[in-house]
């Protein structure tokens, strides 16, 4: 594998859980791979997760890692071509990003949507500049329209968590202060598309994901309706996609509970985190037993670790 952006990058679905799980039973035998390698990871956005379960993953296999936080500790960058250079951005990508490649063996970026420009965020202006110019494999970190390694660690999660061979998955939006990204959402649906499980998709109108994601999911505008005999229930809040980067709703109806869970098969609960309790979720919910949103988050470790196997194969 060279680069991992999206789930095209996989050889396969099987093939990477089986990648996966493999890490997961034996994290320390394929520490030749990473010897005397190094990865960087940049962020342009704040992080825990991803921070921290990428850096173990690259340790696990024997890699050193650096961080950079561009908005704390780096120059700031320009991301646009052909600009006069006369403002507070005293560097652009077009240097930083070969530099970069320089110093290390794999790159990791984590670059949000700006919610400025859809085309922009929709064309993965910063992801996409990385992968041309870094010389080195680049994978994402959650760019602006997906976030590839928390929909492969949920992947994992339900793969283990199943009771049934095709058990029903339901992606509801949840209500939320601010103005969030679609990526989680979109990944998390061009992820399950990839399975044989029933997958809805739940939320008011207005929030439709881009149709590139969605494709031919079914969308279910009555969250209680959707949630009957679901096995999974996945919350995350996102942004108007049609009217782009907006907040349509905060109607707190929307937030998963006891009542809505009741109405499911027993349905574990997950969220990518960070969550906002009683706003998203209640505590009831997410800290009942059928919460498994800390062992989702353990598999990023995982599925990081994963995907660093799968690129130092190749390298
Ligand atoms: N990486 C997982 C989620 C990251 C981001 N959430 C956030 O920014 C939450 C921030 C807040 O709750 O204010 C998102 O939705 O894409
Ligand atoms: N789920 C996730 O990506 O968490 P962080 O934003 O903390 O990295």
Avoid at 18 to 34: C, M, R, S
Avoid at 44 to 70: I, P
Avoid at 87 to 100: N, Q, R, S
Avoid at 162 to 189: D, G, I, Y
Wanted: with cysteine; glycine share 4%.
């Amino acid at each position: 594998m060279k680069n991992f952006i999206s789930v095209k990058d996989i050889p396969s679905l099987q093939y990477a859980l089986d990648v996966a799980f493999d890490v997961k039973e034996n994290p320390f035998a394929y520490q030749h791979l990473g010897k005397n390698k190094t990865m960087v990871l940049i962020f342009f956005n704040s992080s825990l997760r991803t921070r921290l379960s990428t850096q173990k993953a690259a340790m696990n296999m024997g890699m050193n890692t650096m961080v950079l936080n561009v908005n704390e500790d780096g120059w700031q960058l320009e991301s646009d071509l052909g600009v006069v250079m006369d403002g507070d951005k005293p560097e652009h990508l077009l240097e930083a990003i070969p530099v970069i490649g320089q110093y290390c063996d794999v790159i990791g970026v984590r670059s949000f949507a700006r919610f400025q420009n859809k085309e922009d965020d929709y064309s993965e202006k910063i992801i996409s500049q990385f992968v041309e110019y870094a010389g080195v494999p680049v994978v994402s970190m959650e760019g602006a329209t997906r976030h590839p390694l928390q929909s492969y660690a949920d992947l994992v999660t339900i793969e283990e968590f199943k009771q049934k061979e095709r058990p029903k998955v339901v992606l509801t939006w949840a209500p939320h202060p601010r103005a969030l990204p679609q990526a989680v959402a979109n990944s998390f649906v061009e992820w399950m598309r990839e399975t044989d499980y029933e997958l809805v998709v739940t939320h008011p109108e207005g929030y439709e994901l881009a149709p590139d994601f969605i494709g031919n999911v079914k969308v279910e505008y009555n969250q209680k309706k959707a949630f009957e005999e679901a096995d999974f229930i996945y919350a995350k809040n996102w942004a108007s996609y049609s009217s782009y980067g907006q907040i349509l709703s905060k109607d707190l109806s929307w937030t998963v509970n006891e009542e809505k869970m009741a109405l499911t098969n027993n349905a574990k609960f997950m969220h990518c985190l960070p969550v906002r309790r009683n706003v998203v979720v209640t505590d009831g919910v997410i800290d009942s037993k059928n919460s498994i949103v800390v062992p989702q988050a353990a598999n990023r470790e995982v599925t990081a670790q994963a995907v660093l196997k799968m690129i130092l194969e190749e390298l």
